[in-house]
């Protein structure tokens, strides 16, 4: 099984389908459907952000809701993260 890799040179990837879905009005499992897929596979994926689907598992759900992958998935920068991180209160 291959690996793939959510961490790019510019951030890492995340997944925005349930915001997808919300704006289709389709659920999860209304999208397995659809796209023939398993009702787990697509919960898994929009319960969580950071689990990015296979290429063969994301071509089907680009077809099924005619939206490309660029749609699916986004790069977040790692710059958003280390200013979260680095945004704490010092005490001293």
Do not use: H, W
């Given at each position: 099984m291959p690996f793939y890799s959510a961490f790019t040179a510019?951030?890492?990837?995340?997944?925005?389908?349930?915001?997808?879905?919300?704006?289709?009005?389709?659920?999860?499992?209304a999208l397995s459907k659809l796209a023939s897929l398993s009702p787990t596979t697509t919960r898994k994926i929009c319960t969580d952000?950071?689990?990015?689907?296979?290429?063969?598992?994301?071509?089907?759900?680009c077809l099924s809701l005619e939206v490309s992958p660029g749609d699916v998935l986004?790069?977040?920068?790692?710059?958003?993260?280390?200013?979260?991180?680095?945004?704490?209160?010092?005490?001293g």
């Open positions: 510019s951030g890492y990837l995340i997944n925005n389908l349930q915001e997808l879905l919300d704006q289709k009005s389709l659920s999860s499992f952000a950071q689990y990015i689907p296979s290429p063969e598992v994301l071509e089907k759900i986004r790069i977040k920068s790692t710059m958003e993260l280390s200013c979260a991180v680095g945004s704490g209160v010092l005490t």
